[in-house]
Structure formats: structure tokens, C-alpha cells
């Protein structure tokens, strides 16, 4: 009797063998597949990441507030500061500020100061609205210097609107101060 081989025949695939048995010999590509889970997890990533990015490149200018509060003439009159306005600036100031001024005042650069608003403390004839004051430095060897300044603005009601009496110095505005 002869032996009977237990070869397939060359048209038969043969059955998948490998170190752990027949599963292990499965082709290179469907073991380095990726997960679908895992692909859907970073394309959910990627999408937020952009989302992101587009809110804060556009996000643009703080709104507005409301002129007739302190606040929002606290933000006017900062804004005409740092845009170098001093006429539209001194319309939010009282008739005592705008004499306060004296030429040996220090002037902070507006270009590279930041206002943030912190509170408001608003009573019946007067108002406090304080500030967080960020003023940026040129570059150094390690990049450009930052300092930061809490300070108040002083404000009365003067009929139906409100007057800051008093700025902190990097916002005081000196108009027609003639050095002698």
C-alpha cells in the first residue's frame, strides 16, 4: 500500500499555516488595517481643530457696550486713546480731568496697551470701573515683555450721562499742553 499524500493539488490554494496557527498567516495588509473607530475619533479631532481656528481669526472687536453705562463710556474713551483720537476722547472727560493734565505727565505707548474690562461698581452719582491694563514691550532676546496693571477709572453722573473724572495715567489725555 502506498502512502497517500495529503498535498493539495496545484490549482487548491493551501490552508493558511504560521507560527500561532492557521490565523497568524493572514495577509500584512489586513493586520495593519486601521480601525475605522479610531480613523472616525481623528477626523472628529481634525474638524474641531478647525472650527477653532476659525472662531479665533475671526472673531474681531469686542461689541460695543452701552454708552450710557460707565462701562461702555470707560471702553469709548479707551478706544479713542489708543487710536490716538484726544478730541473724542476728551468729550467722555469732566471739566476738572481735562485740567488735571500737566506736560511732565507720563504718556505709555497706546499702540502697545491692551484694556480689559474687570468690574463695574456703580452707585447713584458716581461710578468705579476697574481695569486690567496690558502693556506689551518690544522684543528682547526672548521675545517681547508684557506687564499687567489693575488700575480704576472715576467716573460721576453729570446730568443724564456719565464723565470720567479721573483715568488712570496711561490713559489721561493732555490736549494743547504746551511745554514751557
Same mark, same amino acid.
Given at each position: 500500500? =502506498?502512502?497517500?499524500?495529503?498535498?493539495?493539488?496545484?490549482?487548491?490554494?493551501?490552508?493558511? %499555516?504560521?507560527?500561532?496557527?492557521?490565523?497568524?498567516?493572514?495577509?500584512?495588509?489586513?493586520?495593519?488595517?486601521?480601525?475605522?473607530?479610531?480613523?472616525?475619533?481623528?477626523?472628529? *479631532?481634525?474638524?474641531?481643530?478647525?472650527?477653532?481656528?476659525?472662531?479665533?481669526?475671526?472673531?474681531?472687536?469686542?461689541?460695543?457696550?452701552?454708552?450710557?453705562?460707565?462701562? @461702555?463710556?470707560?471702553?469709548?474713551?479707551?478706544?479713542?486713546?489708543?487710536? @490716538?483720537?484726544?478730541?473724542?476722547?476728551?468729550?467722555?472727560?469732566?471739566?476738572?480731568?481735562?485740567?488735571?493734565?500737566?506736560? @511732565?505727565?507720563?504718556?505709555?505707548?497706546?499702540?502697545?496697551?491692551?484694556? %480689559?474690562?474687570? =468690574?463695574?461698581?456703580?452707585?447713584?452719582?458716581?461710578?468705579?470701573?476697574?481695569?486690567?491694563?496690558?502693556?506689551?514691550?518690544?522684543?528682547?532676546?526672548?521675545?517681547?515683555?508684557?506687564?499687567?496693571?489693575?488700575?480704576?477709572?472715576?467716573?460721576?453722573?453729570?446730568?443724564?450721562?456719565?464723565? *470720567?473724572?479721573?483715568?488712570?495715567?496711561?490713559?489721561?489725555?493732555?490736549?494743547?499742553?504746551?511745554?514751557?
Amino acid at each position: 500500500m =502506498s502512502p497517500v499524500s495529503q498535498e493539495p493539488e496545484p490549482n487548491e490554494p493551501k490552508p493558511a %499555516t504560521g507560527p500561532a496557527g492557521p490565523r497568524a498567516a493572514e495577509p500584512a495588509a489586513a493586520q495593519h488595517r486601521p480601525d475605522r473607530t479610531l480613523l472616525a475619533i481623528l477626523a472628529a *479631532i481634525a474638524a474641531l481643530v478647525i472650527v477653532a481656528l476659525i472662531v479665533v481669526f475671526t472673531r474681531g472687536e469686542p461689541a460695543p457696550l452701552d454708552a450710557a453705562t460707565p462701562a @461702555g463710556v470707560v471702553q469709548r474713551y479707551s478706544a479713542a486713546v489708543i487710536a @490716538g483720537d484726544e478730541s473724542a476722547a476728551a468729550a467722555y472727560l469732566t471739566d476738572a480731568a481735562k485740567t488735571r493734565c500737566s506736560s @511732565g505727565m507720563p504718556q505709555a505707548g497706546a499702540d502697545s496697551l491692551r484694556v %480689559t474690562l474687570v =468690574s463695574t461698581t456703580e452707585r447713584p452719582e458716581s461710578a468705579d470701573v476697574r481695569v486690567l491694563m496690558t502693556v506689551s514691550e518690544g522684543g528682547g532676546p526672548f521675545g517681547s515683555a508684557e506687564y499687567q496693571m489693575d488700575d480704576s477709572f472715576d467716573l460721576v453722573k453729570t446730568g443724564d450721562k456719565w464723565l *470720567i473724572d479721573r483715568a488712570p495715567w496711561q490713559l489721561t489725555v493732555c490736549q494743547n499742553t504746551a511745554v514751557k
